[in-house]
């Protein structure tokens, strides 16, 4: 396999836009009441799972278990409609990602129960953190990181 750029040294300003992204994220789901450190873990993995990002996949697996999610929580996401392990907000949390990531549209339906479920500021935070995943994964995904090598 051909050896690919590293793209932290390659492009280093570029990367800390995306790390500054990261802290920002960190600090207000510290301090979210809808959105917490953890749930914001699930959805980097679902979304890593729904971008087939090996290197992502294994990232934030690692990050759960390292701060005590029951792995049960990680195994069942591919199926988090059929399983009763995640709470309301989270299975309407990991719908609202499924569909911003796949660029369907989001109605007005799913609109207003976006806002009565989350605050206006989680929701913006939440769409930002969506497209913050999304540009890892196809970083990650074209450069081919070797898995482990961040840790």
């Known amino acids: 396999m051909i050896k690919r750029l590293n793209y932290f040294t390659v492009a280093p300003a570029a990367i800390e836009i995306l790390l500054q992204q990261e802290q920002y994220l960190r600090q207000v789901f510290t301090q979210s009441e809808f959105i917490n450190i953890q749930l914001w873990e699930l959805i980097k993995l679902r979304v890593s799972q729904l971008n087939q990002c090996a290197f992502c996949i294994e990232m934030h697996s690692h990050d759960l278990l390292e701060q005590?999610?029951?792995?049960?929580?990680?195994?069942?996401?591919?199926?988090w409609r059929d399983t009763p392990i995640y709470s309301d907000?989270?299975?309407?949390?990991?719908?609202f990602v499924e569909k911003l990531l796949t660029g369907t549209a989001i109605d007005d339906e799913l609109y207003q129960r976006a806002l009565?479920?989350?605050?206006?500021?989680d929701l913006v935070n939440l769409t930002i953190a969506v497209n913050a995943i999304n540009s890892w994964n196809r970083i990650a995904k074209l450069f081919k990181p070797e898995i482990g090598s961040l840790r």
């Open 68 to 79: 005590g999610v029951h792995p049960q929580r990680l195994l069942a996401l591919n199926a």
């Open 89 to 95: 907000t989270e299975m309407f949390v990991f719908e």
């Open 116 to 121: 009565a479920t989350l605050s206006e500021q």
